[in-house]
């Protein structure tokens, strides 16, 4: 093959000039096509986290309970008897702006793949998505797709989808994200990692055959901003087939129980370049692959293009030479393939064969680990870097199906209600299947968290995923930590303490000055969060490039966390009880700033107040423990819309109206009464309590210095709320309207 | 023993086997089987078996288990067929009418309400007719059919098991038909998973009771 390499190859291939001389230096000459291939993968963004890496050393990892950290392919925490939970989300954004039905299939069985290759069997599927505006037909597209193919991929195969958000805002317009999570469950002891190990052991490519999808996708699509006429580049979008991955998954865990495999790995961006190179690096080995015994599923591939193909439900494995024939008898008792492709060496090489004939020879290190890492120009921006629309009257003459004064505090809650941020997600959710597993104890949207049983452990979990990219892009620092806080807050209305912490970081174009100050303080804010609640981090996952000739996306820090609770039976719920009183708790500290209503009233800007971390991390073992010993009926956090429509949320789950007074919250915090109706923060949960316990649980709250607020009852038929003669007075039957119109706007 | 029916593709297959075990004894019976001499029942699983390529059930009728299940329902045996498993006994043949994709062509999942209706044998030893039950339905092609002159006659001979109650129709099911049994009444499909109904706290144990006939089910002649 031929070692002249034109110059602009590499720079087509999206390295740069000294990027692509370091290569030359590390392999003492040109690299040839297939070697270039494999770099141009591997040292992407995507594969090497080059604008990230340096950042993403500030991140807490250690904790008592994690068995399995950053670096394997998914993070596990111990969760008792001999069992351990294995987490991680990863984002699928660019193939799901070009192709959503498919890109977020294949979203899924990406990340499904992460968690069975460590040994656990998927038990959940989270997501959090991000679109632009319903108004906007490609918007509506994009939503309509990702979602169907969320529910195709992941109720095909028979994990639950149990929880998820999405957000609408412009700025997602031309730049839609779909991250997904994936939960599994695993004996400790049966988990499995992928340092490829054992001279002369044979690699094993098992799954599906490899064809052209996908070639390229790590670099073409995953680290590149996307462009107009994109549309020629649906050819690198992978196409999923969940049959596929369902027999590959139950081969997969029974050949671990066997203890056939020595180690697994699945075959993601990059595919057999980057699974073979990651075994081995972990490994500190070499690997010899010959392409032509990789299965292809048309005949005439190139070597490059078998060795960066990103044909999906594919995992490799290192296996003894002595069981090989009972892996090959097992994936054909399955009806999926097997071949062995390959042997371990001690060259510290990877080196590609076809038919025995040397086609390329890289050192692993260089390739795994010597991608040069960049340091980021971070400058904080002068000005609100994103657009402003009014909304607010059109929302108020749709939403609330009548016309009204725009400053009417009713009008304004059914406005906000029927916003799809706030407004009912049921439309997606009902499209997921949420109870295959027979494990969820509380469905989407009956409650704040997920839960989920586990007997195994004698306990049970909740999960939840957050991030609000609208409050980051307001404070990079302050909505980043807001995220965490929420997601804990949402595990403590069950009962639950987190265990860890799993996240995607979606951001613009880190090359950029003010993208780059973004991704700093996000994750300096990640940071602070994860130490002040004592929680690790135990794996994620970077998108950059989230950015079009448009601008960049809001920058988007998702944080999804595993909790374990002793009792399912008493995670709460959103439905107090007829007669039961409401009360606040935590240091909420309402301001409109960054608020859904400062979004739909155009007013959008620079500048959060700043999170009180410890106060909040105060209120949440309260919380967790009122939880945990039954003293409440119902628990809500407040969020999207504020207080007023938390507490309409509420109504709306128990059926009944509520009688609220906010003017103890106004007199003790300041502000309006309209920052106290609708203005957000991080910090509060809604508790519903029964009245004989009211008097208790306040002095209990005095006694561990957390705050704690009656702001009414669950009574009547209308949603009444009066704050500083600022005063809510909504029939339930409206408020319930405007908050299920989600689908009308479709 | 009762059988639980694996085939490449099956999701709630260990959800029938913990269901069954709940009331009596069950295990997974992989789907180049074919004796099931030692089962006193079976159960076809939900799922998209062989990936449902091409129609849902088509391809799994043909598998060498379900050879067997005909034999064994010939027998008299029980067989309960949930969702996939109700496609598929439609796609063999062992029950009338067919399953077609749903009225608003997307998947839903959602608990439903049913209602029993007056239908004889085995599956009708622990439900009254009128009976009301909370079952989650989870699907893309749930929308039951046959041709009217067939629903009137099944009508008429109590083949109708189970509608979803009034108003609760999630897919356009004709005559709301949710569950329906065969001549002999050893044979019922649902689209509703009582699988997933088997513990309060999963939303409803109302679903016990199919399992609780299915294993109490007098044993039949061994296929």
């Not at chain 1, 999570?181 to 098992?206: F, K, P, Q, Y």
């Not at chain 1, 309260?622 to 507490?647: M, N, Y």
């Not at chain 2, 959602?110 to 009128?130: K, M, N, T, Y």
């Amino acid at each position: 093959m031929s070692a002249e390499v034109s110059e602009s190859r590499h720079r087509e291939l999206g390295l740069s000039d000294s990027e692509y001389e370091r290569i030359t230096e590390l392999l003492g000459r040109d690299p040839n096509d297939v070697e270039l291939a494999m770099f141009s993968l591997l040292w992407s963004e995507h594969c090497a986290y080059k604008h990230s890496r340096k950042l993403l050393g500030r991140l807490p990892t250690e904790g008592d309970r994690v068995v399995m950290g950053p670096g394997e392919n998914a993070g596990a925490v111990e969760v008792g008897n001999g069992h351990a939970v294995a987490f991680k989300v990863e984002s699928h954004n660019h193939p799901s702006a070009v192709e959503p039905f498919q890109g977020a299939a294949t979203g899924v069985g990406g990340i499904l793949r992460d968690v069975f290759a460590i040994g656990a069997r998927p038990i959940a599927v989270l997501d959090s998505l991000r679109f632009g505006e319903l108004a906007s037909d490609r918007s509506r597209y994009l939503f309509e797709g990702a979602v169907a193919g969320i529910g195709h991929y992941g109720n095909s195969i028979g994990v639950p989808t149990v929880g998820g958000e999405v957000y609408f805002e412009p700025p997602y317009e031309h730049n839609c994200l779909v991250n997904a999570m994936c939960v599994g469950l695993a004996r400790t002891d049966e988990m499995i990692r992928s340092a490829a190990a054992g001279l002369g052991n044979l690699v094993v490519i098992m799954g599906a055959s490899t064809g052209r999808d996908g070639i390229g996708g790590a670099s073409v699509l995953a680290s590149a901003e996307l462009e107009a006429g994109d549309d020629s580049k649906r050819p690198s979008v992978q196409i999923g087939d969940p049959f596929e991955e369902s027999k590959l998954l139950e081969c997969c865990l029974e050949l671990l129980e066997r203890d056939l495999l020595v180690s697994l790995q699945d075959l993601g961006a990059a595919g057999l370049t980057s699974s073979a190179g990651e075994m081995a690096s972990k490994g500190g080995v070499g690997i010899d692959i010959d392409v032509a015994r990789v299965p292809l599923r048309e005949p005439d591939l190139e070597p490059f293009e078998v060795m960066i193909s990103e044909s999906q439900e594919r995992m490799l494995a290192v296996v003894e030479p002595s069981k090989l024939d009972q892996v090959v008898a097992t994936c054909e008792r399955w009806q999926t393939g097997a071949a062995a492709i390959g042997e371990i060496t001690d060259t510290g090489r990877l080196r590609v064969l076809d038919e025995g004939v040397e086609v390329g020879d890289v050192p692993v290190e260089a390739l795994v680990d010597e991608c040069p890492l960049y340091d980021l120009d971070p400058e904080e921006p002068t000005r609100w870097m994103y657009g402003n629309a009014e909304t607010l009257g059109e929302r108020i003459a749709l939403g609330a199906g009548r016309s009204a004064d725009p400053g009417d505090p009713s009008a304004i809650l059914c406005a906000l209600l029927s916003s799809p941020n706030v407004a009912s997600k049921r439309w997606a959710f009902e499209q997921y299947d949420s109870v295959v597993g027979s494990r969820t104890a509380r469905r989407p949207e009956a409650a704040d968290a997920a839960v989920l049983m586990i007997p195994e452990s004698g306990g049970a979990i909740a999960v939840s995923i957050d991030g609000n990219g609208r409050r980051v892009a307001c404070d990079p620092y302050a909505g980043t930590v807001e995220a965490v806080i929420e997601c804990a807050q949402n595990l403590a209305c069950a009962g639950a303490e987190p265990l860890g912490l799993t996240n995607c970081l979606n951001f613009g174009n880190p090359e950029k000055a003010n993208v780059a100050w973004q991704l700093d303080r996000a994750v300096l804010g990640l940071a602070d969060a994860c130490l002040a609640l004592g929680v690790p981090v135990v794996g994620g996952n970077v998108s950059l490039y989230n950015e079009t000739e448009h601008g960049p996306i809001y920058p988007t820090p998702v944080v999804g966390m595993v909790g374990e609770l002793p009792d399912p039976a008493r995670a709460l719920g959103l439905a107090p009880s007829d007669g039961d009183r409401l009360l606040l708790v935590g240091p909420f500290a309402p301001s409109l700033a960054g608020s859904e209503l400062a979004k739909l009233r155009g007013e959008l800007d620079a500048g959060l107040p700043q999170p009180p971390i410890a106060a909040a991390a105060a209120a949440l073992g309260f919380i967790r423990e009122v939880v945990r010993e039954g003293l409440a009926t119902a628990a809500h956090d407040v969020s999207d819309g504020g207080l007023a429509c938390a507490l309409a949320e509420m109504a709306i789950a128990a059926g009944a109206g509520i009688e609220a007074d906010l003017d103890s919250l106004v007199e003790l915090r300041g502000g309006s009464g309209e920052s106290c109706l609708f203005g957000e923060g991080p910090g509060g949960i809604v508790l519903g309590v029964a009245a004989d316990g009211v008097r208790s649980l306040i002095e209990r709250a005095r006694r561990a210095g957390v705050e704690a607020l009656e702001l009414g009852a669950v009574a009547g038929e209308r949603i009444s709320i009066a704050a500083a003669e600022r005063d809510v007075s909504v029939a339930l039957a409206d408020a319930e309207r405007a908050w299920r119109s989600l689908a009308d706007s479709l | 023993m009762i059988g639980v029916i694996q085939f490449p593709g099956s999701c709630d297959e260990r959800d029938a086997v913990a269901a069954v075990q709940r009331v009596g004894d069950g295990r997974l019976v992989w789907h180049e089987e074919t004796d099931l001499s030692g089962l006193d029942g079976v159960v076809i699983p939900g799922g998209f078996s062989y990936g449902d390529y091409l129609r849902a059930g088509a391809i799994a009728r043909f598998s060498p288990a379900m050879e067997a299940v005909a034999r064994f329902a010939a027998g008299g045996a029980p067989v309960l067929g949930i969702c996939n498993g109700f496609q598929v006994l439609c796609e063999a043949g062992l029950l009338p009418g067919a399953l077609l994709p749903n009225e608003g062509l997307r998947f839903i999942c959602r608990q439903v309400e049913l209602v029993a209706e007056d239908f004889a044998g085995p599956f009708a030893s622990e439900i009254g007719a009128g009976e009301r039950l909370s079952i989650p339905i989870k699907h893309m092609s749930g929308r039951y059919f046959a041709p009217d002159d067939e629903l009137d006659r099944m009508e008429a001979s109590g083949r109708i098991a189970f509608r979803y109650a009034a108003g609760q129709n999630p897919n356009g099911s004709v005559r709301d038909v949710a569950g329906v049994i065969n001549e002999a009444g050893n044979v019922l499909g649902l689209m509703p998973h009582p699988e997933h109904a088997v513990h309060p706290l999963t939303g409803s144990d109302d679903g016990l009771a199919l399992f609780r006939a299915l294993a109490g089910a007098p044993r039949a002649a061994a296929a």
